[in-house]
C-alpha cells in the first residue's frame, strides 16, 4: 500500500528531482541540468524511473480511494533560461557515423515510451502539466507538448530547428500538434525554421496559460488550485478528448522509424549543421534551481483558456 510517507514521490535522482506537493495533490519533476540542457540518455533514464514512481503511487491511491489522492504532474525545469534544448545532438552525431539503426531506434522509443504515458497521463484520471520558462527547442518542445496542459512564461521560445539540418522531430511533434491545432498550421510550425514567442502560441491555442515572467511557478498553483475542486469534471473531459483524438503508440512507433532512416541517410553537409547545433547545445550551462512561489506572491496577471 502506497502511503504518504512513502518516498518513492519525494527523492532526487541524480538528473532529475521528484518532489510531493501535498497540499496541491501534485508532483513535480524538475530536470536539473548539470551540463547541456538536453535529454541525455541519462535523463531520459531518470525520467522514465520517476514516471513508473509517480504512476504506481498515483494508481494506487486511486484504487484505495483516497480523499486526497495525486491528481497533478508538473514537469519544469531547474534553470529558468531554458526548459530543454531537446534531443542530444552529440550522441545523434555519434550513432550516425557508426550507421548504429538500433542506437537510434533505443533513444527515440525511449523518447516516445516518456511521451505516450504523459499525454496518456498514465491512463488514469490525472492531468500532466509542463511549465515552460525559457527556450523549449526540438524534443524539449515536444515534451511540453506531451503534457495535457502547457503552461508558459511571456519570454519562453519555442520552435523546431530539425530541418536546419535535413531531419524533422520524430518524437511525437507531428501528432501531438495536430491533437491541439489544425494539422496545416502544425506542419507550417515544424517547417519554418523560426523561433515562436508564447504569446503566439498562447494565441494558436498551443500554449494554454501564458503567464508574466518569473509567475509560471504561480500561474502552475492557480491552475491546480482552481481545477482541483472541478476534478471530475477535467478528467472527464481529457478522456473525451482522448476518445475523439486518440494518440497511438503504433503512430508514434512508425514515425520513429522514418526519423531513424531519415538520420541514416543524412550527407556530410547536414552533419556538419547538425555538429554545429551541438555545439550552440554545448556551450550552455546550467543555471540555478528556481524555488517554487508562495501564494503570497501571486498577482494574477496570466491568459488562461481553460
Not at 496542459?149 to 520552435?159: D, K, M, N, W
Not at 503508440?249 to 547545433?277: C, G, P, S
Request: charged share 25%.
Amino acid at each position: 500500500m502506497v502511503t504518504k510517507s512513502d518516498d518513492l514521490l519525494d527523492r532526487r535522482l541524480h538528473n532529475v528531482t521528484v518532489k510531493r506537493d501535498t497540499p496541491n495533490r501534485a508532483v513535480w519533476v524538475e530536470l536539473n541540468y548539470t551540463r547541456r540542457p538536453c535529454f541525455s540518455t541519462d535523463i531520459l533514464a531518470d525520467i522514465r524511473s520517476a514516471q513508473h514512481a509517480i504512476r504506481q503511487t498515483a494508481r494506487a491511491e486511486l484504487e484505495q480511494g483516497l480523499d486526497d489522492r495525486l491528481l497533478f504532474q508538473v514537469l519544469a525545469s531547474n534553470d529558468a533560461r531554458t526548459f530543454s534544448l531537446g534531443g542530444d545532438l552529440i550522441y545523434f552525431i555519434e550513432l550516425i557515423k557508426a550507421g548504429d539503426r538500433d542506437g537510434l531506434c533505443a533513444y527515440a522509443r525511449t523518447c516516445i515510451d516518456i511521451q505516450f504515458a504523459s499525454v496518456t497521463h498514465y491512463d488514469i484520471p490525472f492531468t500532466t502539466i509542463a511549465l515552460v520558462q525559457g527556450e523549449a527547442l526540438g524534443g524539449g518542445f515536444e515534451a511540453a507538448l506531451s503534457n495535457n496542459v502547457l503552461i508558459a512564461e511571456e519570454s519562453a521560445r519555442f520552435g523546431f530547428p530539425e530541418i536546419h539540418f535535413g531531419m524533422f522531430p520524430g518524437m511525437g511533434a507531428i501528432s501531438l500538434l495536430t491533437r491541439k491545432t489544425a494539422p496545416a498550421l502544425g506542419r507550417r510550425l515544424i517547417m519554418d525554421r523560426r523561433v515562436h514567442t508564447a504569446e503566439e502560441l498562447y494565441d494558436m491555442g498551443i500554449v494554454d496559460v501564458l503567464a508574466p515572467d518569473g509567475e509560471g511557478r504561480a500561474a502552475v498553483l492557480n491552475y491546480m488550485h482552481r481545477h482541483t475542486a472541478i476534478a471530475p469534471g477535467l478528467h472527464g473531459f481529457q478522456a473525451a478528448v482522448d476518445r475523439v483524438m486518440p494518440l497511438s503508440y503504433d503512430e508514434l512507433n512508425d514515425i520513429v522509424e522514418h526519423w531513424v532512416d531519415t538520420a541514416l541517410q543524412l550527407n556530410e553537409k547536414n552533419r556538419r549543421l547538425m555538429a554545429y547545433f551541438a555545439r550552440a547545445q554545448a556551450t550552455r550551462t546550467a543555471g540555478t534551481t528556481t524555488e517554487p512561489v508562495k501564494d503570497s506572491q501571486w498577482t494574477g496577471r496570466w491568459r488562461d483558456t481553460l
